[in-house]
């Protein structure tokens, strides 16, 4: 297991492709959900502390079955509690209310499978097994890719990420646009 600075590293290298397929604030609200729902499989640690004798870390939130049903569920609360006002936001892309939800949906997923990936790339030697695939396939699986909590790669992976993210969105984003991506 990553830390947080590692988990969103990943959120935002799941994200990276939003800088080729939306425009300017599109692609800056993709990124933010990503990096949100990338630490969403944790709030098993939360459970756990509520409810210690049946929910464990690395349970069913670290699941692709769990992130796809969040996501889904998150993607339609978004859409139907901020649907205009993302959409007013956003500017540059029409979104209609299946589109929202498609993208809010895929955003969400992106950054929670992130999670997924960054745990099995680093968790299998001290930390409870991953069963991402459970129920389908019920065994674990893990690649000690990464040492746990190596502090010098999770920063250090965050930092390429952010600058890879910055460096996009000024590449990406017209000139006449690169002043609109913050609010006034």
Known sequence: MVDIMGHIAFGLLFALPAWFVWDDRASVGFVA???VASLVPDTDLLLSWLFPNSVHHHGVTHTVLFVTVISLVLGAVLTASLGSQIDDWIESEEFDRSSLFVFSTMGFLAGGLSHIVADVLSAPD???PLEPFWPVYPHPLGIDLV???AAWINVGFLSVMVG???ALAYLTTPVSHRYRLIPN
């Open 33 to 35: 959900l990503a990096v």
């Open 164 to 166: 890879t993210h910055i």
């Open 147 to 149: 040492w746990y909590n």
């Open 126 to 128: 001290i930390s409870t």
